[in-house]
């Protein structure tokens, strides 16, 4: 997790802005003048223009590409290619899991060379250690990182992963598995390849994470669009300031909504005020 | 379900051939007469015409496109097109999972008109409903399907889908949820638009399932290279003979490795081996 503390650093921002292209997110226009592949395109690479000197990461969200097919999927090339050349670490929102070769696939995708070739991508535990090592070891193999799902920040999430497992939730059960197969991978920094995903809407659960699992960085959705705050985001943070980068996509993304004007300008007043927040919350 | 069930019934084979291109289950020659993903299509539209008359469905896995990037996914939707043209029941491997917005946009991805227009799609529970609902209302329009991953075949299945949820395992718990969500879905032949994953290396556990869940229909990985056979896959059919397809992946497309000869013969031969072991057992 070292490349991505440090790019953290540089940026004095904690902050991961998720590339999220739907046609609602869309300012005016965009699908009037281009055909949604190339709409998504200028979006996506408008918004890391507008985002690369504040953030020090961002998201993209595999499901809205893919739901243009292929050439949703080549402008998901082309946006992490840009975003990496820019400077950007770039997190695959993929939510993958298989088994066997089948991981082995899944990994080579987004982690390997070609393709979707990022620094990190999130994974989905259901499938255990299987479903989570070969995108681990891809990922260790080029000082890369694996965000497992721990706690999802959806309303639903209490329904498998809330229930009482031996006295803790499954959602524990997981960090735990987490923190066992991440364990021979803890960087300069303190923190291991493998994090968790962990939602900003239950700030208890957060609170708990941090104290029992110090050597996992957290990946936390729910800031802002999702109702979340810097307060409640500084409980995922170490005494250092540390071991954890919070998300944003609607908020930043479609600031044009609320702010007004251009989408770029909105994106990058949204993202200074979200550092500022930050900032202030972990001072 | 009422569709996979008529053409189960046409065909007289419960069997889904798996699609999983990689470079080791492709004949010798083909990577080198031929880039990758050419070498892809051919080989899935080859196996697609010589298995069309004898099995009711395939069952592409996303995971092996997807390491070829855009160009890879652009071979998936040739192969899923050239599938359903020959009057095949298409099963996209994809195990998706997301919220929201974003869980719809994976939806009309996998089930939608454009993309990747498969008739049904396997999903991750792990997100609760909200990761399931999108797909199931998808394919719920359209006649269409969505398999929850339930109990999975690999050896890590048990870290976290066996872990004692209130006197039953958590796989139990991902199977009443599906239940639940897909109960008002049953179709003329009394089986639910969302039915489960479930392993062959688990018989015990898939009788306990058929048992329990009289309205959900099973896709059963593990047939052949896994280690299960016709008599373990019997396990998982109703007293009609209906209620489960049985995959088969690596048995059927990597025929040409044990039979010799060449890979579409192979193949046709395998999977006419498969349909009268499974025959037999259901007799």
Same mark, same amino acid.
């Given at each position: 997790?070292?490349k991505?503390?440090?790019?953290?650093?540089e @940026?004095?921002?904690?902050?991961v =802005?998720g590339l *999220? #292209?739907?046609?609602?997110?869309?300012?005016p226009?965009?699908l009037?003048r281009?055909?949604p592949a190339?709409a998504y395109?200028e979006f996506?690479?408008?918004l890391?223009?507008?985002?690369a000197d504040?953030? #020090?990461?961002?998201k993209p969200q595999?499901?809205c590409?893919e739901a243009?097919?292929?050439? !949703?999927?080549?402008?998901?090339e @082309?946006?992490?290619?840009?975003?990496r050349?820019?400077g950007?670490?770039?997190i695959? *929102?993929? @939510?993958?899991?298989?088994?066997?070769?089948t991981?082995?696939a899944?990994a080579?995708a987004?982690?390997g *060379?070609? =393709?979707?070739?990022?620094?990190a991508?999130?994974v989905n535990?259901?499938?255990?250690?299987?479903?989570?090592?070969p995108f681990? *070891?891809?990922a260790k193999s080029?000082?890369g990182?694996?965000?497992a799902?721990?706690?999802?920040?959806? #309303?639903?999430s209490s329904?498998?992963?809330d229930?009482?497992?031996?006295?803790a939730?499954?959602?524990?059960?997981?960090a735990e598995?987490a923190?066992k197969?991440?364990?021979?991978s803890?960087?300069?920094?303190?923190?291991?390849?493998?994090?968790?995903?962990?939602?900003?809407t239950?700030?208890?659960?957060?609170? =708990?994470?941090?104290?029992?699992?110090?050597?996992?960085f957290?990946?936390v959705p729910g800031?802002?669009a999702q109702?979340?705050?810097?307060?409640?985001a500084a409980?995922a943070f170490d005494s250092r300031?540390?071991? =954890?980068?919070i998300?944003?996509?609607r908020?930043i993304?479609?600031?044009w909504k609320?702010? !007004?004007?251009?989408y @770029?300008?909105?994106a990058?007043?949204e993202?200074?005020a979200?550092?500022d927040?930050?900032r202030?919350?972990l001072?």
């Open positions: 997790m070292d991505l503390i440090e790019k953290i650093s @940026k004095g921002n904690p902050t =802005a *999220d #292209p739907r046609p609602s997110h869309l300012p226009g965009f009037d281009l055909p190339e395109l996506s690479l408008g890391i223009d507008a985002l504040i953030v #020090p990461a961002v595999a499901a590409y243009l097919g292929s050439a !949703g999927m080549s402008v998901l @082309k946006t992490i290619t840009c975003a050349e820019a950007l670490y770039v695959g *929102d993929a @939510k993958r899991a298989d088994i066997g070769s991981a082995e899944y080579e987004w982690l *060379d070609g =393709a979707f070739s990022c620094d991508v999130t535990p259901y499938l255990g250690s299987d479903g989570i090592i681990l *070891d891809a080029r000082g990182a694996v965000f799902l721990v706690k999802t920040s959806n #309303p639903s329904e498998l992963q229930i009482d497992a031996g006295g939730p499954l959602w524990m059960r997981a598995l923190e197969l991440g364990g021979d803890i960087g300069i920094h303190g923190y291991s390849s493998l994090g968790a995903v962990t939602g900003l239950h700030p208890a659960d957060i609170r =708990a994470l941090r104290m029992r699992f110090p050597h996992m957290f990946l800031y802002g109702g979340g705050g810097a307060s409640e409980l300031g540390l071991g =954890a980068i998300n944003s996509s908020a993304m479609c600031a609320s702010r !007004g004007g251009d @770029k300008t909105a990058r007043a993202a200074l979200m550092r927040s930050l202030d919350a001072s």
